[in-house]
């Protein structure tokens, strides 16, 4: 069965940088997309990004771009969402999705990142 | 990539039938049969409830049925149960490998 299982929750300093992990299993790893949401405390869903697993291609949501970077490791079926220059505003449970036939129909189960001063 | 815009709450009662809408413009709901819809309860991942407008995933009831009209979407959940009460996204793509969420809608089924 599929399964996306992410990396445990972070406590980030102001300016910090912060990578979170997702590691597929259940299907052929290079096939489907993967993307990036978030979902600051209260707040709804945000789109952060997607890569293409097959390649790695990315494509960010513009308020992140030049902050964020999104990277493959295709022997462990691993995406990684590196976050930078950490603000009080990033704090949020950001969550890796599957995406097939235009939806994210796989999604793990979230990763909480806390950024204090 | 502005949020698609949904209704922030909605009510029904158990047995009725509700229809949350979600408006984009012609940049992305407008332009693409990629809408989906997310049901999301407190503390748990989201879960797809339609795609590709009107597409129903193996397992979910058909209860739950979407539509499409010009640059607005629209989820309809028919015979409101209680584990209905949640929140829900609608979803669009937008062109170039992005994607816009909705900003929620709470169904409160009293």
């Known amino acids: 069965q599929v399964q996306l299982v992410q990396s445990g929750a972070e406590v980030k300093k102001t300016g910090a940088s912060v990578k979170v992990s997702c590691k597929a299993s259940?299907?052929?790893?290079?096939?489907?997309?993967m993307h990036w949401v978030r979902q600051a405390p209260g707040q709804g869903l945000e789109w952060v990004g997607t890569i293409n697993p097959s390649g790695g291609a990315t494509s960010y949501a513009q308020k992140f771009q030049g902050r964020v970077t999104m990277t493959t490791d295709t022997s462990t079926s691993t995406v990684f969402m590196d976050l930078r220059s950490l603000t009080s505003q990033d704090t949020a449970v950001y969550f890796c999705?599957?995406?097939?036939?235009?939806?994210?129909?796989?999604w793990g189960q979230g990763t909480l990142v806390t950024v204090s001063s | 990539q502005s949020a698609l815009t949904q209704p922030a709450s909605m009510s029904g009662s158990p047995g009725q039938s509700i229809t949350i809408s979600c408006t984009g413009t012609s940049s992305d709901v407008g332009s693409y049969n990629l809408v989906s819809w997310y049901r999301q309860h407190p503390g748990k991942a989201p879960k797809v409830m339609i795609y590709?407008?009107?597409q129903r995933p193996s397992g979910v009831s058909n209860r739950f049925s979407g539509s499409k009209s010009g640059n607005t979407a629209s989820l309809t959940i028919s015979g409101l149960q209680a584990e209905d009460e949640a929140v829900y996204y609608c979803?669009?793509?937008?062109?170039?490998?992005?994607?816009?969420f909705g900003g929620g809608t709470t169904l409160t089924v009293l």
């Open positions: 590709e407008v009107r």
């Open positions: 979803s669009s793509y937008v062109g170039s490998s992005t994607w816009v």
């Open positions: 259940g299907y052929t790893f290079g096939v489907y997309y």
């Open positions: 999705a599957r995406n097939y036939g235009g939806a994210f129909d796989y």
